[in-house]
């Protein structure tokens, strides 16, 4: 998640909303990722 900063420069304001879990904790994952269930990203590497 990206962070975008809204800024007022006539107001001489930035506000930064910051992301999930930066200053709070996130409630608990019930349901496993996506990527975890399939085993996570493919390796695409191949070893000769």
């Known amino acids: ?3 975008v900063p809204e800024v007022d ?3 001489g304001r930035l506000v ?3 992301p999930a879990g930066l200053f709070e ?3 608990a994952d019930d349901e ?3 990527s975890a269930a399939d085993g ?3 390796d695409e590497s191949t070893e000769g």
């Open 1 to 3: 998640a990206a962070i």
């Open 9 to 11: 420069v006539p107001g």
């Open 16 to 18: 930064v909303t910051p």
């Open 25 to 27: 904790e996130l409630p």
């Open 32 to 34: 496993p990722d996506e």
């Open 40 to 42: 996570g990203p493919e």
